[in-house]
């Protein structure tokens, strides 16, 4: 092998390794793989206050998992702002155990609003009705 043939045999290895490391690193843009766009679960959600309602925003995604696996509440009023990824199955969230809490099933790209009263400190299952194994907790300290 000459030196001229060695040069190109490595800039086509580099340029292959380049190539791959670019489809590699644009392929993990997109998001949770459900081809929603939507982002990976977060472990913990705290709300935001709003007039002295704690507001959770919550998504429905492709993968059929909530956007949060638990949402860490102090007792009082809640406000939910639920809504369904693009591209993904209908959903709703339901927490069985507190009155008003609970939306309609939504189709991909719909959303809805939900306020509810949480008064007591304690762990609260929320579940999508149509997917069971769709869960997250509502902790109330």
Not at 108 to 134: K, R, W
């Amino acid at each position: 092998m000459t030196i001229r043939s060695a040069r190109s045999a490595k800039n086509a290895l580099v340029a292959l390794v380049a190539a791959v490391m670019l489809v590699t690193v644009a392929a993990g843009c997109g998001g949770g793989g459900g081809g929603g766009g939507e982002a990976a679960a977060t472990a913990m959600l705290t709300p935001t206050v709003q007039d002295g309602v704690q507001v959770f925003g919550v998504v429905g995604q492709a993968d059929l998992t909530f956007s949060a696996r638990e949402l860490v509440a102090s007792p009082g009023r809640i406000r939910v702002d639920f809504s369904v990824a693009k591209g993904s199955a209908p959903h709703n969230f339901v927490i069985s155990q507190l009155p008003g809490a609970s939306t309609d099933i939504l189709s991909t790209g719909e959303s809805q609003t939900i306020t509810f009263t949480a008064t007591e400190p304690g762990e609260y299952p929320v579940i999508c009705t149509l997917h069971p194994a769709m869960t997250a907790t509502l902790v109330v300290r």
